[in-house]
């Protein structure tokens, strides 16, 4: 089933058609995002940098929506020397909110304005959704041990120093000892916000998100 | 990709806050864009059609004339833009590559002046993408044959050159019959002895009025001294021809081995073998085949007619579509001939009588010949007998078209080189008779 083509990203009705019945249809899907207006309202962007930001996604997504095979092309670009699929798959998961397995321009804009202009507690907050894997509000250390996986995975094997195998397992145990207040061998939302709020580090690095775009 | 991709680096910076909280050390500062201009459009004038695109675009790639600064040369003060006085079409698909990080050719573009509008960008022409690539490869390889040809029937120069000794004098006199009268004088008597020499075979065999008492008798035993001083005639017409084209050749050893000279060799080989072994019994049976191979004379035409060298260069280039009919056309003979013998293996005073002499039947069938002195009688061999002339109109149908279209191909080849030859040629002959001074400007073209 055909749909028409879109024409751009100012439509008066803010319909969405996204109709994802098979692979062969994905090519001939279009997803119309929201109005210039709405989104400026809703997140933090101006209505130029909305436009630079719908440019480049509709360029590498013509159809207006990303599946993870897309994202997972895309983000194995900026890290060409590891494996970043894994991590590309959480951050994925973190992304689409509504969990329908695409991520759209909404989704994109949402995310991003969280991520470069939201307040801290708003950046934790997302951290924190994307650790937790299945979404139950705790981080286990299986879970934990995932993400340390992935991120190691995405930064190859060309570090300097080596590292060693356990590595991402005594990542984790650092991590838990730290975050772990009451050592129930979870982390809830509230412990680690507090956490990170405690650690100059982490209130540092939070900062650097400003100037980003 | 880098080009696209560039843009999502907002989102992969962001997607950074992934490993901050696990980091053991703070993250360092992310490099900031110095100067960095708001995105603005840039206007391109090329021969009047305007183009127009973000200035970031063209800076995807920067060792190009557009991404450099190389492009401030052509800038228009007065109308603020950038103007080029080149080719619009071909722009088209320069900014496309800019756009989309693919070159394409586009198919209806003279491959030269394609090559040349990417040299004056700046593009290596490396980079065209795969769907085009094949197509831009043929056309280069194609224009680099015919610049080749053009410069091989230029080093053939007609105009005045340095002395030559007797031999290379005589090689060209052979090769080219109109550089002088006298090659020419020679390549007509040359071919009017060969069709002597062919018409003679053929009249030798006529019957030719009846000596009382005796049966019938061809022309050439009643007429046999007048026939044997033709032969020798024309035998050593072609004796000193092959004499003196072996002197002449400039290397002796790739002559002998050439199919010409080979061909001259059978032809007067007949005669002198006959000298040699004259009334003897024994071996005249074998001497009667050789003077079969007095008909190959007739190949000696080719020197003289440029179709049948056409002819003759194709079939060598369509081998093996040649090959492949032959092939197909035995494995099919094969088969048929065999189901024929045992169809007809049943039916009385069948002419079937082994598969070998079935082979007849099946090749004069599939070549829709029917000579009709053999018929299949059963049912079945009926049948199988119109399979077998269906199947043989499409086998031999289906190379037939590859081989016209070699011939066809070739033969065009030619007549454009012929044309073009006699194109300098004219050129020359004015160039001689004009009063100019300096003739070096006009000495060949394409120097």
């Known amino acids: 089933m055909k749909l028409l083509p879109c024409s751009g990203a100012k439509t008066t009705s803010p319909d969405i058609q996204n109709s994802v019945e098979d692979e062969m249809e994905m090519a001939t899907v279009r997803h119309r995002p929201e109005t210039l207006e709405l989104l400026e309202a809703q997140s933090k962007f101006t209505k130029k940098e909305l436009q630079i930001l719908y440019r480049g996604f509709k360029n590498e997504c013509p159809s207006g929506i990303v599946n993870e095979e897309t994202f997972k092309e895309i983000y194995s670009q900026f890290f060409p020397q590891g494996d970043s699929t894994t991590y590309a798959h959480f951050l994925f998961n973190a992304f689409d909110t509504d969990h329908s397995g695409t991520v759209s321009f909404e989704d994109f804009i949402m995310g991003l304005s969280i991520l470069l202009r939201g307040t801290v507690q708003e950046k934790l907050n997302w951290a924190f959704n994307l650790y937790d894997i299945n979404k139950d509000g705790y981080i286990t250390k299986e879970e934990m041990l995932d993400i340390m996986k992935a991120i190691y995975d995405m930064m190859g094997k060309c570090t300097y120093p080596v590292l060693k195998e356990d590595a991402p397992r005594q990542h984790v145990e650092t991590f838990f000892q730290k975050m772990d207040k009451n050592k129930d061998g979870v982390v809830t939302i509230d412990e680690f916000i507090e956490s990170c709020q405690k650690d100059e580090n982490i209130m540092r690095s939070m900062q650097l998100f400003e100037n980003v775009i | 990709m880098a080009a696209g991709v560039a843009a999502w680096l907002p989102f992969a910076r962001a997607a950074a806050i992934g490993w901050m909280p696990v980091a053991n050390c703070p993250m360092p500062l992310a490099p900031t864009d110095k100067n960095k201009r708001q995105d603005e459009l840039i206007i391109l004038n090329v021969s009047g ?7 970031t675009t063209l800076e995807r790639y920067p060792d190009t004339l557009l991404g450099s600064t190389e492009k401030e040369f052509f800038f228009n003060e007065d109308t603020k833009e950038y103007f080029f006085d080149r080719d619009p079409e071909v722009f088209r698909a ?19 002046a394609y090559d040349e509008e990417l040299a004056f960008y700046g593009i290596l022409p490396e980079i065209i993408g795969d769907c085009c690539y094949e197509e831009y490869k043929d056309r280069k390889r194609e224009n680099a044959e015919r610049l080749m040809d053009d410069n091989d029937s230029e080093n053939n120069p007609e105009g005045s050159m340095p002395s030559l000794n007797l031999r290379e004098t005589m090689w060209r006199a052979f090769e080219n019959p109109h550089t002088s009268t006298l090659a020419l004088v020679f390549y007509y008597v040359t071919g009017f002895f060969i069709a002597v020499s062919v018409i003679t075979n053929v009249v030798e065999t006529v019957p030719c009025g009846t000596v009382p008492g005796n049966k019938e008798l061809p022309c050439g035993e ?12 024309c035998v050593m017409i072609f004796t000193v021809e092959y004499l003196l084209r072996l002197f002449a050749a400039p290397s002796r050893y790739r002559f002998i081995r050439s199919v010409m000279s080979i061909i001259d060799v059978v032809a007067i080989m007949p005669y002198y073998i006959g000298l040699v ?8 049976g074998a001497f009667v085949t050789l003077r079969v191979f007095r008909v190959f004379r007739i190949f000696k035409f080719s020197r003289h007619s440029q179709g049948l ?11 093996s579509e040649l090959g492949f009919l032959l092939f197909s056309l035995t494995m099919a003979i094969i088969i ?51 399979i077998c002339s269906l199947s043989g109109v499409l086998v031999i149908a289906l190379p037939v078209p590859v081989i016209v279209s070699n011939f066809s191909r070739i033969y065009h080849q030619n007549q454009r080189a012929d044309k073009r030859r ?5 050129l020359s002959y004015t160039q001689q008779h004009l009063p100019l001074t300096d003739c070096t400007v006009y000495s060949r073209s394409g120097q």
């Not at chain 2, 059609?49 to 200035?55: D, G, I, V």
């Not at chain 2, 009643?222 to 005639?233: E, G, H, I, K, Q």
């Not at chain 2, 013998?341 to 069948?350: H, L, M, P, Q």
């Open chain 2, 222 to 233: 009643r007429y046999a001294v007048a026939f044997f001083c033709l032969d020798t005639a």
């Open chain 2, 309 to 319: 060298r056409i002819l003759g260069y194709t079939l060598k280039s369509c081998a």
């Open chain 2, 49 to 55: 059609r305007r183009f127009q695109t973000w200035r």
């Open chain 2, 422 to 426: 006699a194109q300098k040629v004219s």
């Open chain 2, 94 to 112: 320069i900014l496309n590559f800019y756009r989309t990080g693919k070159l394409h050719y586009p198919r209806y573009e003279c491959i030269s």
């Open chain 2, 336 to 386: 048929f001939a065999t189901v024929m013998f045992y169809a007809e293996k049943g039916s009385s005073a069948s002419k079937f009588t082994s598969i070998p002499a079935s082979f007849w039947y099946t090749i004069v069938t599939m070549t829709t010949l029917g000579y009709g002195d053999m018929v299949p009688k059963t049912i079945a061999g009926k049948i199988f007998g119109s």
């Open chain 2, 277 to 284: 072994m004259t009334n003897n019994e024994d071996v005249s």
